[in-house]
């Protein structure tokens, strides 16, 4: 796909972030600069910039320039849930059971984002496996999510787990087959802006922000194993949970 020349270049300085070239809280080369480095006019890099900052990947701050937005470190609430299966295999949400994948999956090796790099003890930009799914209603075939599956190579590569076609139960009966069970599971829910791949992809309407489930699949002994980040329309989808009494909250007599 030929992309337009300022989004070429958006992809480039996303990548860098992502990787860590350019840490949180620095600055980004200077429009000038970014302009000569990749042969374009001025206007066109500011309308790169234009696309991180709408992403919420940077911010353009007076006489500072464009500098990447500082990630807060977020507090865990953990809510009691469960992990269910069927003929195909684990599934998390009884709502979303029913969906399926409307492509064949696309799998290749690329750098870890720092996040996913974390959970799974790897560098940051090592290349890691990465399994991308959109998934959908298998009537309609209207796309509702998207999948995407990072694991270490030092797990995967050579198996399986690195071909389109994984079989009944998909990676996670692969990891318990291949020694790795029983499987443990951890999730946390955030959101961020979508990229321009995602809005058309998920059809999103402009300025709609992405719900996303990013659940870590680990070993019993704490390896982590796989990092799902599953994204979805937050204009569509929220996330609930059951409330139940500890046996601190008896009814009082």
Aim: cysteine-free; hydrophobic content about 35%.
């Amino acid at each position: 796909m030929n992309h337009p020349a300022y989004r070429q270049v958006a992809l480039g300085l996303r990548a860098a972030i992502e990787q860590g070239r350019y840490p949180e809280g620095t600055a980004l080369p200077k429009i000038t600069d970014i302009a000569r480095e990749h042969g374009i006019a001025k206007q066109t890099a500011r309308e790169a910039i234009a696309e991180l900052e709408t992403e919420g990947l940077v911010e353009v701050i007076r006489r500072r320039g464009t500098i990447v937005r500082v990630r807060q470190v977020k507090r865990r609430l953990t809510r009691a849930r469960q992990v269910f299966r069927d003929e195909r295999g684990y599934y998390f949400d009884p709502a979303s059971q029913p969906w399926a994948a409307l492509e064949t999956p696309t799998v290749g090796w690329g750098p870890a984002p720092r996040d996913v790099a974390v959970a799974l003890s790897v560098e940051a930009g090592e290349d890691v496996l990465i399994r991308d799914r959109i998934m959908g209603d298998p009537d309609t075939h209207r796309p509702i999510q998207l999948a995407t599956s990072f694991l270490p190579a030092a797990i995967a590569r050579g198996t399986r787990l690195a071909e389109r076609d994984t079989g009944p139960g998909g990676i996670y009966d692969l990891l318990e087959d291949m020694g790795h069970g029983p499987l443990v599971w951890e999730e946390t829910v955030n959101s961020r802006m979508p990229t321009p791949t995602e809005t058309a992809r998920l059809g999103l309407p402009k300025g709609v922000p992405l719900l996303r489930i990013v659940r870590t699949t680990s070993s019993p002994d704490g390896r982590g194993l796989e990092v799902n980040d599953t994204r979805m329309s937050s204009d569509e989808f929220e996330i609930g949970y059951p409330v139940t009494r500890h046996p601190s909250a008896e009814l009082p007599r």
